[in-house]
């Protein structure tokens, strides 16, 4: 768990960017990253020419001879001039230009072979740069488990929405979606808009603490404010002593680490974010790759991905942004014939998954009420031709400060049909609704994915389907008669309690008496003057 120590660093390196002239949130994350990346190539460089010293085997280098002054180690002392000559003009290319061939299979670093390429410093200050470079060097990047959350606590500075309307889903609302799915320690995960990597990361943090025995102990006591791991009386480090009845094989680890999850998304930005993410926090090679998951290119370059390539997809698609209707897959076209994003994407996921496959997709409200052809095929598909599990509406204002927007989270299992719909209201998430999002007592998500867990269809015939209360059934039959409306407002019954008035010549008396009393007021003050 990250200290007020660490956040503090983070604080001060952010509001060094701020004075020194870059506000844009995502650029300043950007930057950073670029710098915790040409730290973590020259850490793991140092590992496995320790591990090459005792074993005499010979490993993969990512710095040549020629490239040693490239190292992290080598160049962070330099003074300004020299130091913003050398990352300028001879680091970012490095990145470019070498890092898919330096970087062997299993370390860290080469997940961003792919997108490095267009990596650009954007400090124009010198004095800047060598402040920046100072502070990322004493983070605690050695640390697999503070850096996963002190960059989460990086990313949590992004408060602004991206051009193609995506933005960071809130991580507690990640959280409730990947316990509703419960993924297996087995599960092909994948997210078609990855963005920063948020679902892809609680996914496996959540299989983490699934699958691993902490024996009573708090994973953040194992370590000291900096972030140091403690050692026992005999100099082990605690983690290794408490984690050792870990219930996770070496082949499964391996399938967590090169083919568990899966991300795709178009903005080359976002990717080197969520590869930084996923890397921090783990995973040493996540397959993300620079895709728009709708083209027609995507069923070319990644065929095994893009149909029933997955067992379970969790998303948060963007809502709007520009679409070459002509570059679309044909096949998603069939499946729902529109150019809304938020409609295709739906169709994508369902074309993506297993059959046996589920999803959780957050969609804007128009997705479960829209009365255009698009919307209604769209929706018939989800109920006629899969098992659409569950309907959850979100309050409007999870997404503050981003946007406004009613969502909600679309539940199904791909194949079979549709007999019953569950639907749940959740009317808060222990934040407020303002911009401010500021914690509250109230917080119905604990209770939705308890309920969804629990939830018997046997009663959706019942008096016990009560739909005045949260958790409620509606039918298919019933779903179909309404065009397939899935929106909850169609379904939930409010009740109304009426409300007891005195009779209308008991409230005039009232307010005659009232009047004469004023009166009565203003003649004494009258006297009194």
């Known amino acids: 768990m ?98 898919a061939n330096t970087v062997k299979e299993g370390n860290e670093g080469s997940v961003f072979a792919e997108f490095m390429k267009d990596a650009q410093l954007m400090i124009q200050k010198q004095t800047l740069l060598v402040k920046a470079v100072e502070m990322v060097n004493d983070l605690p990047l050695e640390n697999s488990d ?27 609302i990640i959280r409730a979606m990947v316990e509703i799915l419960d993924p297996a320690i087995d599960s092909r995960i994948c997210d078609p808009s990855t963005g920063t990597g948020g679902f892809l990361v609680n996914s496996y943090e959540y299989l983490m603490e699934k699958y691993t025995s902490i024996h009573g102990v708090e994973r953040e006591a194992l370590f000291d404010e900096q972030g140091k791991p403690l050692l026992d009386a005999n100099g082990k480090q605690l983690e290794n002593v ?48 620079y ?17 029933n390539g997955f067992d379970i997809i969790l998303a948060n698609p963007p809502f709007k942004g520009s679409l070459d209707e002509e570059d679309v897959c044909p096949e998603i076209l069939r499946k729902v014939k529109t150019k809304k994003t938020e409609l295709l994407f739906v169709g994508l996921i369902e074309n993506m998954l297993k059959i046996g496959g589920q999803s959780a997709t957050i ?45 909600a989270i679309l539940i199904f299992t791909k194949g079979g049909s549709t007999d019953h719909v569950w639907f749940y209201d959740v009317q808060a998430d222990g934040f407020s609704l303002d911009d401010k999002r500021s914690p509250i007592k109230d917080n119905d998500l604990p209770n939705l994915v308890k309920s969804y867990h629990q939830r018997n269809k046997t009663i959706a015939s019942t008096d016990a389907n009560d739909r005045s209360q949260k958790a409620f059934w509606v039918s298919k039959e019933e779903i179909a008669g309404n065009k397939y409306d899935l929106s909850i407002n169609r379904y939930k019954q409010v009740v109304y309690a009426e ?20 009166l009565a007021d203003l003649k004494a003050l009258e006297g009194m003057l």
Do not use: C
């Not at 994350?29 to 190539?41: D, G, H, P, S």
């Not at 090169?258 to 996923?278: E, I, K, P, Q, S």
């Open 499 to 518: 409300q007891q008035y005195d009779d209308p010549k008991v409230i005039l008396s009232k307010l005659v008496a009232l009047e004469n009393d004023i």
């Open 291 to 307: 895709q728009d998951t709708l083209s027609q290119n995507f069923k070319e370059r990644f065929p095994k991905a893009a149909k």
């Open 363 to 407: 969609v804007p409200d128009g997705v479960l009420f829209g009365s255009s052809n698009a919307h209604q095929q769209l929706r018939q598909l989800l109920v006629e031709k899969n098992q659409l599990e569950a309907v959850v509406s979100l309050p409007s204002g999870v997404f503050k400060p981003y946007a406004g927007v009613s969502t």
């Open 146 to 172: 503070t850096k996963g959350d002190l960059y989460e606590y990086l990313l949590s500075k992004l408060t602004t929405a991206g051009i193609n309307g995506q933005f960071r889903t809130p991580r507690h």
């Open 2 to 99: 990250i200290t007020g120590q660490l956040k503090s660093k983070i604080d001060k390196l952010w509001e060094e960017f701020w004075t020194g002239g870059i506000t844009n949130p995502l650029t300043v994350v950007e930057q950073i990253t670029f710098l915790m990346y040409a730290r973590l190539l020259d850490m793991n460089e140092q590992k496995d020419e320790k591990l090459s010293s005792r074993t005499g085997k010979a490993f993969s280098r990512r710095f040549s001879d020629e490239q040693q002054h490239l190292r992290w180690q080598n160049f962070r002392h330099l003074g300004a001039d020299k130091l913003y000559k050398l990352v300028k003009d001879e680091l970012f290319p490095f990145f470019s230009l070498s890092s």
């Open 242 to 289: 408490l984690y050792s009845g870990d219930l996770i094989s070496p082949e499964q680890r391996k399938h967590i680490d090169t083919d568990m999850f899966h991300g795709f998304d178009f903005d080359a930005t976002m990717l080197r974010v969520a590869a930084m993410n996923l890397v921090m926090h783990g995973i040493k090679q996540p397959d993300i790759h």
